[in-house]
């Protein structure tokens, strides 16, 4: 029997993981996609709104950091970056918790509800202090609840503390309903009169900001210097690997979540205690989900999220100027916005992966 030739083609493109990109390079392919995301907006501006890009990007940058806004600025990127610290632990653990929303919800309403029933009742040192173990306990809880679960029965943490986000939700309703009797949908400062964070060298929202640039130190430590931290990354590589080497992952993973919902303790404190002195359900505004991407762009490195977590309010205030001051749709800065997180998220593969050109070949095999 004569031997057949088959010709086989060789793909054109070959993609490639990298394992040796520098520093360097990295932060060039990230620049160089955040000007291109600069260059689609303009673009998409001009066809739509006949409005010059430049005052667009102008309107954008004072939106964030105009006259009197850079501190309330430098608040919203604190609180952001707060959360964002909180789901790290456990996402470098691979533990995926989508339920910072309700921990920070739930902290939120303990703060609230100490400031309610004991607001005057004692001073405000003690109850700040109240605040602080109540707010901070009631985020470990909500968060321990669901890495029991996965601990012992294997249940499935994605959707376990997605739910828990609803039940948060759902109580704070009930206790707007105990504490307000009008119907309004938020207890504001009126009712919440004690228990304020007080000015730090004279500034509102001053001992926010420190207490969460203390937490960011601290917790780069503990992930990367302590023995904790290790057996995170660990367990977040292998169940399987840490098990062998004696690590307890059952208690690892249940510590870690604990730590995660005492920083959103924190960040429920600072909301209600040190900010807004209001609640309604609405008063985490989405970070708790925005800080998932803050703290994968930095790749759980809490250092590198300062400068995502700038980079999301940057965007997301001066996407609300731009709205205001040019009268346009809400939807339309959105999409500004969407334009430059698509770049930046996309330029992450580029720096991940490389890709091959190959030329074209004809291989030539023979078959009996």
């Keep these: 029997m004569k031997n057949k030739k088959i010709k086989t083609h060789e793909p054109l493109f070959h993609i490639s993981k990298r394992t040796d990109i520098s520093r360097s390079k990295a932060i060039i392919i990230r620049v160089i996609s955040l000007l291109a995301a600069l260059v689609v907006c303009g673009i998409v501006t001009k066809i739509f709104t006949g409005d010059d890009p430049i005052s667009i990007f102008k309107t954008i940058y004072l939106g964030a950091f105009g006259t009197g806004r850079t501190l309330v600025t430098i608040h919203e990127i604190a609180i952001l970056l707060c959360v964002s610290l909180a789901v790290t632990p456990a996402f470098k653990m691979r533990f995926w918790n989508t339920g910072a929303e309700g921990q920070v919800l739930i902290s939120c309403l303990s703060t609230a509800m100490c400031m309610f029933y004991l607001g005057g009742k004692v001073s405000d040192g003690v109850l700040i202090l109240l605040m602080a173990v109540f707010a901070i306990a009631a985020g470990i809880i909500w968060a321990v609840i669901p890495a029991f679960f996965k601990a012992h029965w294997g249940t499935n943490e994605t959707l376990f503390t997605l739910m828990m986000n609803y039940v948060a939700i759902q109580l704070i309703e009930f206790f707007l309903k105990i504490a307000d009797k009008s119907g309004s949908n938020v207890v504001g400062p009126d009712l919440l009169t004690h228990g304020w ?28 210097y302590s023995k904790h931290g290790y057996e995170i990354s660990v367990v977040g590589e292998s169940e399987n690997t840490a098990k062998y080497i004696g690590i307890n992952v059952k208690k690892v993973i249940i510590r870690t979540m604990a730590l995660s919902g005492a920083i959103c303790g924190v960040a429920g404190l600072l909301l209600v205690g040190g900010a807004s002195h209001s609640i309604d359900s609405n008063l985490a505004d989405g970070r708790g989900f925005t800080a998932i991407m803050v703290s994968w762009l930095a790749k759980f490195n809490p250092s590198t999220m300062i400068l995502t977590s700038l980079l999301i309010v940057f965007l997301e205030r001066g996407a609300d100027e731009v709205s205001s001051k040019f009268g346009l749709n809400a939807d339309f800065a959105d999409i500004l916005t969407g334009i430059i997180l698509f770049f930046i998220i996309g330029c992450e593969f580029f720096i991940n992966y490389k890709i091959n050109i190959n030329h074209r070949k004809t291989n030539i095999k023979e078959e009996k």
């Design 197 to 224: 964070f007080p000015k730090l060298f004279g500034t509102n929202y001053l001992l926010n900001i420190f207490i969460v640039a203390v937490i960011t130190v601290l917790l780069y430590i503990y992930l990367n």
